[in-house]
């Protein structure tokens, strides 16, 4: 089955671009463009798509505000979030209002292909100079007003539970690093994190700890 895509961004020329490329895969197409956050709203509405690639920085309504439109009204469909920025407010915006991704425009074209695979198959995708961006916040996220129900005791984030079951599985920082379209740094700082909260002195006291609280099975 294709992934369906709606191209949202302010710029044409940048839309024409994307939809060049992704017109060029077998197993994705292109089913609409917005040029706003309005639009967007409207088109994801009509259209249906499995994919919004939806930039953050456009006139009427902000990519953020629209995601979370979309997001709330239409649980099928998923959000790859666009920006020339890695600015941390935005990837925390994003983060919390639930997109499933946060990719730089400047990214090489295969990046943004990779990245809507792994959306489509409910990964999770950053780039990855966005990673640092949020292994800093994680203890912050995990300990807010707005907790999240998927947060678990010892205030263990969904993603730090999903790589502490790969490493309680026998899976390597490479391949989990592959799985979750992020670089190994990435994964041996979760792993890091998840030792400190679980209080841990090493991975394999962390398994322990997680499965006597029922935190993985």
Not at 31 to 40: H, K, R, T
Not at 97 to 107: F, R, S, T, V
Not at 120 to 139: K, W
Not at 157 to 182: C, M, P
Request: aromatic residues 4%; glycine residues 4%.
């Amino acid at each position: 089955m294709k992934n369906n895509i709606l191209i949202v961004d302010d710029h044409e020329i940048f839309r024409n671009g994307v939809r060049q490329l992704l017109e060029k895969e077998t197993d994705i197409e292109v089913i609409g463009e917005a040029e706003d956050g309005v639009e967007a709203i409207e088109k994801a509405n009509l259209l249906k798509p499995n994919i919004v690639l939806m930039d953050i920085s456009m006139p009427n309504l902000s990519g953020i505000e629209a995601a979370k439109n979309i997001l709330a009204a239409h649980q099928d469909i998923k959000v790859l979030l666009l920006s020339l920025y890695d600015k941390k407010e935005y990837v925390l915006k994003a983060i919390k209002m639930g997109a499933h991704g946060y990719i730089l425009k400047d990214e090489p074209n295969k990046v943004f292909l990779k990245a809507i695979r792994k959306v489509s198959s409910g990964d999770f995708y950053y780039s990855g100079d966005i990673s640092h961006v949020i292994i800093q916040n994680l203890t912050s996220l995990s300990s807010s007003s707005n907790v999240k129900e998927e947060e678990v005791k010892y205030h263990l984030s969904k993603r730090e539970v999903q790589i502490l079951t790969e490493i309680a599985s026998g899976n390597s920082n490479k391949v989990i690093s592959e799985n979750f379209g992020v670089s190994i740094r990435t994964i041996e700082s979760h792993r890091q994190n998840i030792m400190r909260k679980l209080r841990a002195s090493n991975i394999e006291d962390a398994i322990s700890r997680a499965k006597l609280e029922d935190i993985i099975s």
